[in-house]
């Protein structure tokens, strides 16, 4: 009997480039879309990106949340990472399940984004974030560069610039970590790469 294989996933989303973006932002890979309640990044409602980004800017882990139709806001959000310069994309393109959930553990990679491509388009970048261990292994990978503790960072030359490569916590709730433990890590890379005031 022939094995039979999980079907290979390509991205859904576009990167979303704007051209002031200071940071990009790469995850691994987007949930199933049954999981989704919005179409943007981070869209799992149980995934707390937003949220953090919620209690750093806004000081209200809700400011992105519609409680009453369990949704992000989504023009908010996008409204939001245009202005601060924040960039999105994931470190895969393709990928298979492994098994049906969107667990990092249970992701293989099966074409890796080219994340130069990403960053010609976006030159004010100066720091590539990591949202999760899989993602930051596939970076380093990437550019030859040692695997950051989670809440540092590492540097790298790309075409002649020294870029900071940051590994953050995931912000999935299979991540056991309160919210506002996570946020301080975001806090500190965000006063780091200059989006928020240091204290």
């Known amino acids: 009997m022939t094995p039979t294989f999980p079907e290979i996933e390509q991205h859904p989303l ?3 480039l704007p051209h002031t973006a200071k940071i990009l932002m790469l995850g691994s890979f987007p949930p199933q879309q049954k999981r989704w309640c919005m179409h943007f990044y981070y869209p799992n409602f ?9 209690y750093l800017f806004y ?3 809700d400011h992105f949340v519609n409680q009453e139709q369990k949704i992000f806001k989504k023009e908010e959000v ?3 990472c245009a202005q601060q310069g924040i960039a999105l994309y994931d470190t895969a393109i393709a990928v298979r399940r ?10 293989e990679v099966v074409i890796p984004t080219d994340v130069s491509q990403l960053l010609l388009q ?5 720091a590539i974030i990591t949202t999760g261990q899989k993602a930051a292994e596939t970076l380093c990978t990437q550019f030859n560069t040692e695997l950051p503790r989670v809440g540092e960072y590492t540097t790298f030359i790309w075409n002649n610039k020294e870029l900071r490569l940051y ?4 912000s999935s709730r299979a991540y056991p ?3 506002e433990n996570k946020a301080a890590f975001y806090k500190r890379m965000m006063q780091d790469v200059g989006l928020l005031q240091k204290d």
């Open 98 to 107: 492994l098994q049906d959930n969107a667990s990092d553990k249970f992701l």
């Open 78 to 80: 996008i409204s939001f």
């Open 122 to 126: 976006i030159p004010l970048c100066k």
């Open 177 to 179: 970590m309160k919210i």
């Open 46 to 54: 149980t995934n707390d990106m937003w949220r953090i980004m919620g």
């Open 59 to 61: 000081a209200d882990k």
């Open 167 to 170: 590994r953050m916590p995931s």
């Open 14 to 16: 576009t990167p979303f």
